[in-house]
Structures are given as structure tokens and as C-alpha cells.
């Protein structure tokens, strides 16, 4: 070990201590407005930000502009065909809080279909990248090489007001995501169909295009529209979310800021749930050893799994009190499409035994599932197996909410996000930690 790996390492060891126990006593002793334990925690719960796209109520689930997801799927226009809205729909309502008409969505549609061409260098970059680089390093790159195509980056190296900022910075998100469902497509058919890649249909929506880029056929359009709709915005506190906001806080454009924030999905704690929950699944499925198990096997089975140390994944939530709204959309999507595929009946039968089984356990906050205990297996039923490509598809949805709100952002003026640190000596100033307390705590 090298002296300042071994110093470094003799610090850590001594340092960790008085975190621990700043947690563990001092959590609720306010510095300034926040707690200790908020500023030590990542600021979990801290209002400090603001957004009008949407909002996590505890009790109803996401609302998209006031309205729940039940709400917001029956009030936008539908494809003809179709059980679930255009994306198209889903954006001019995200960014303009009006239920679009069908003229209006139409124009939309024929926008993105004019912007949708993928230019020929990003293909070149993905095809430069070794072929087992992760889909989420794929995407993101793709994104940040479109950079130099940036309108606001030319406006704003011309010279332009403040109070204009919104208008390029709306043509850069529009353009971007014209393209990620296309982009997303080729990465998935570069790596694991052969290489062999499908040509975009004129005269499908952003959602059903998405499905045939993909080779999937019908009903995969309408998962499309709902997974999008369902991933695209969960107030604006989450990692993807105000990573993508943080940065355009510079006035970096949208494809820095997006990148960063599909950087920030990437991460095992965030957007990897899904894929997380489907493989524990899987090996929840081999361990009953039959398919005629009941819900009484299947409790033994949970009470296993939280006896012996471990969590059931797709449960519980940050702020949700109940049911993930998201969870039951795709579970009626289930239930009409395949109420017979074996994961989703396994999923079904933990649905019913697992919040009563987490309630008398007494560790879970929230016993109710949220939306990644369901969102894997619909990929799985229809083909798209390859699950370290289920984080694209979140981050395609993703960007749809994000880059509404940072067009907001530059409309309203919101300055670059810069809060203050505190060291750890005056959160134990504050807590009223004395230096013989942390000499006993060293030792």
C-alpha cells in the first residue's frame, strides 16, 4: 500500500465515526434550516426545490400536471387503435398544462417526424465504441456527440436577451427527443440483434415508431406510449432529474445536461431497479420448485427471504404510503395482455401476501409495490430480454420530463443551483459535541 493510500485510509477510518454518530444522537439538531441528519443524508425531504411538471403526492402517486395517472391517460388523445396516448400529447401537456386536441398533438407528431433522422456521426460513434460498452454509456455519449448541434449555444454566442432563453433552449429538447427513441433502438439492435437495424416508419407516433425500430410488434406500441409516460417525471429531487437540472442551472444546453443526468440513472441506485427486481424474481420462481405453488408457499418463501437477512425488491418507497400508481397502470396493462405468463401470476400472488407479510415484519416504511416490482417482466413477456437495456428505456422516458423542466428553468430565469457545505467539526460545533467525546470515539 502506497503512504498516501495508507494515510488516506488511517483518515477514513478516524472520520467515520463522527458521522456515525452525528446520525445516529445529533440527526434532528437543526444547522441553519435543515437537520444534521438532512445535511449529512443527502438532503432527503429538504424543500429547496421547485417545479410545476409534477408532483409525488405520499397518498395519490405522481401527478403530471394535477392530474394522477388515471387522469392524465383518459384525458390526452389516443392513436386510433390505441388504449394509452401519444408521447406527443404527454409533452405539450407536460410543458403547457393544457390538454392538447387532436390538431395540436398532429402537429407535434409532424414536428418530431421532421426532426427524428439520427445524423449519420452518432452512428459513426457508437460503432467506434467496443460492442460490450453498457447501453447506458452508448446512450449517453450519443447524446453529448449531437452537442455541437446546439441552437441556444449559437444564440447565446450571437448575443440574446434573458427572457429568450427558453426559445432555443425548447428547439434543442425538441430535436433531442425526436432522435433518443431512434438512437435507443440502434444501440439495442447494434448489440444484441446482429446488427441489423430497421428503418423509422413516416407515418407512425414517437411511441409506435419506437416499437418498430425496435422489431416488436403490436401491442409493444402501447407499452411504449405507458412505460414513457409512466418514467418520465417524478418531481424534480431525484438523481436523473436534478443532475439534468443542475446543469443546465450553467447554462449548459440540453445535451450536456441530459447526458449528465442519464450518467446519474445509470446508477445501480436509481434507475437499475427494475432489472433488479425481474432477476429476483426469476430465482424467487426456482425456489418454490413448482408451478402449482400456492399463496401459502409463497409466504413461507417471503418469510425466508426477510428472515434471512435480505429485502424483497420492487416494495417500499421514498415517499409513496401506498400502491405505486405506476405499478397498477402496468398491472392492468397485465391483466388484459398476459394474465397467464408465470412471472407476472408470481408477481400477482406477492402482490396479494407481500404487504401484509412486510406490515407484521415491521421493517418496511411502505409495504406497497412500486413501479419496478412490474415494469421488467411486461419487457421480458414481449422479447426484450437483455435486461441491461431496460435503463435506456428509462432514460428515454426520463427525458421527456427533465428537458420540460429545464426549458421552464430558462424561461423563468431560475439562477445556477449553488448550495453551502459545512464541514463535519461545526455540524459537531452545532450538535454540541465536545473534543473529549471525539477523542474517546477515535480510540
Not at 107 to 119: F, G, I, N, S, T
Amino acid at each position: 500500500m502506497s503512504t498516501l493510500k495508507e494515510t488516506l485510509y488511517k483518515k477514513i477510518e478516524q472520520h467515520r465515526p463522527r458521522t456515525t454518530r452525528l446520525l445516529k444522537d445529533y440527526a434532528d439538531t437543526k444547522v441553519g434550516e435543515v437537520t444534521i441528519g438532512q445535511a449529512i443524508g443527502g438532503a432527503r425531504g429538504v424543500r429547496c426545490l421547485v417545479t410545476d411538471i409534477s408532483y409525488l403526492d405520499p397518498h395519490e402517486g405522481i401527478r403530471f400536471r394535477g392530474k394522477t395517472i388515471p387522469e392524465t391517460f383518459a384525458a390526452l388523445p389516443k392513436p386510433a387503435g390505441s388504449d394509452y396516448p401519444t408521447v406527443e400529447a404527454f409533452w405539450f401537456y407536460l410543458l403547457t398544462g393544457d390538454v392538447p386536441t387532436k390538431k395540436q398533438v398532429d402537429e407535434v407528431v409532424e414536428d418530431w417526424k421532421a426532426r427524428r433522422q439520427v445524423p449519420h456521426y452518432v452512428i459513426d460513434v457508437l460503432r467506434a465504441m467496443p460492442r460490450d460498452t453498457h447501453p447506458m454509456t452508448l446512450f449517453s455519449a450519443a447524446i453529448l456527440a449531437m452537442q455541437r448541434e446546439s441552437m441556444f449555444v449559437k444564440r447565446y454566442n450571437e448575443g440574446m436577451s434573458k427572457m429568450d432563453y427558453w426559445d432555443p433552449m425548447l428547439e434543442d429538447c425538441t430535436t433531442l427527443l425526436a432522435r433518443l427513441p431512434s438512437i435507443g433502438a440502434y444501440i439495442y439492435r447494434m448489440k444484441y440483434k446482429a446488427d441489423t437495424h430497421i428503418a423509422p416508419n413516416p407515418d407512425l407516433d414517437w411511441g409506435g415508431n419506437f416499437a418498430h425500430e425496435m422489431g416488436i410488434p403490436a401491442p409493444y406500441d402501447d407499452v411504449a406510449r405507458m412505460y414513457f409516460i409512466l418514467h418520465s417525471d417524478h418531481e424534480s429531487g431525484n438523481v436523473s432529474a436534478h443532475t439534468t437540472h443542475l446543469v443546465a442551472s450553467a447554462l449548459s444546453d440540453c445535451y450536456y445536461a441530459l447526458s449528465a443526468g442519464i450518467n446519474g440513472l445509470a446508477g445501480p441506485l436509481h434507475g437499475l431497479a427494475n432489472q433488479e427486481v425481474l432477476s429476483w424474481t426469476m430465482k424467487f420462481l426456482d425456489q418454490l420448485g413448482k408451478e402449482d405453488y400456492t399463496e401459502e408457499d409463497v409466504s413461507k418463501a417471503l418469510w425466508d427471504t426477510l428472515n434471512s437477512g435480505q429485502v424483497v425488491p420492487g416494495y417500499g418507497h421514498a415517499v409513496l404510503r401506498k400502491t405505486d400508481p405506476r405499478y397498477t397502470a402496468q398491472r392492468e396493462f397485465c391483466l388484459k395482455h398476459l394474465p397467464d405468463f408465470p412471472l407476472f401470476k408470481l408477481i400477482s400472488t406477492i402482490y396479494k401476501v407481500a404487504p401484509g407479510i412486510l406490515q407484521e415484519h415491521g421493517k418496511a416504511k411502505n409495504p406497497w409495490p412500486n413501479v419496478d416490482a412490474q415494469s421488467g417482466v411486461i419487457q421480458w413477456y414481449y422479447g426484450l430480454t437483455e435486461w441491461d437495456f431496460y435503463t435506456v428505456l428509462f432514460g428515454i422516458g426520463r427525458a421527456l420530463g427533465v428537458l420540460a423542466n429545464i426549458t421552464w428553468d430558462r424561461a423563468l430565469g431560475y439562477p445556477i443551483e449553488r448550495p453551502k457545505s459545512v464541514t463535519t467539526t461545526m455540524l459537531e460545533e452545532v450538535a454540541g459535541v465536545t473534543s473529549a467525546e471525539l477523542a474517546g470515539a477515535a480510540k
